[in-house]
């Protein structure tokens, strides 16, 4: 089991992965990694990241790194357990460029619906902090849930009702 990776060691791996790779590239981060570089965790078990387009020798890097840097990554994307959300590359925000590698977040919308869809706690803790710090809105939140509802049915893990529910409720206003 590797250390627990903090905002440091995220920052030294995308150094050191735009430097490992042979090719030019774009990667998306989520999770943890997302709220380690925004301030709202101090640390994450691994770096969950998606590759598109895919740099050469992305996952030779990967295999190298992960033992000198002793950091888990894992491959992971919203897009991989709810439906992809219209416009997500043009939300996701840039974090850096290392050689020829591109990094940004993963659109906050779609990591906080895929995090409302999954409920675990420390998702509904995430979920909130992208709230709180004003990178994602409920109004619009609900909109791209509307947006994806009518294909959930291509995901058979999603109980729909549940995930609509979930959402509704996230997104009702705070009482004081």
Same mark, same amino acid.
Not at 116 to 143: C, N, S
């Given at each position: &089991? ?15 992965? %735009?430097?490992a790779v042979r090719g030019p590239g774009r990667i998306y981060l989520t999770g943890g990694a997302?709220a380690l570089l925004h301030g709202w965790r101090a640390s994450t078990v691994d770096v969950d ?9 992305? /996952? ?10 002793? #950091? ?40 906080? =619906? $895929?995090? =409302? ?6 998702? /509904?803790?995430?979920?909130?902090? &992208? #709230?709180?710090? %004003? ?11 509307? $947006?994806?509802?009518? #294909?959930?049915?291509?995901?058979? %893990? ?19």
């Amino acid at each position: &089991m590797r250390a627990a990776a903090d905002a440091a060691k995220v920052q030294a791996f995308l150094a050191a992965l %735009g430097r490992a790779v042979r090719g030019p590239g774009r990667i998306y981060l989520t999770g943890g990694a997302t709220a380690l570089l925004h301030g709202w965790r101090a640390s994450t078990v691994d770096v969950d990241l998606k590759a598109d387009p895919e740099p050469a020798g992305l /996952f030779e890097a990967i295999a190298q790194l992960k033992q000198s840097l002793d #950091v888990n990554v894992e491959l992971a994307a919203p897009d991989q357990f709810i439906p992809a959300l219209p416009g997500w590359r043009e939300r996701s925000a840039f974090i850096a460029a290392h050689g020829m590698v591109e990094f940004f977040h993963y659109d906050l919308y779609s990591q906080t =619906l $895929a995090k =409302l869809q999954r409920g675990h706690e420390r998702d /509904f803790i995430d979920a909130r902090a &992208m #709230v709180v710090l %004003g990178l994602v809105e409920p109004i619009k939140l609900r909109e791209f849930f509307a $947006a994806i509802e009518p #294909v959930l049915i291509r995901y058979p %893990g999603i109980d729909p009702v549940e995930f609509r529910n979930a959402v509704d409720t996230f997104c009702q206003p705070s009482v004081p």
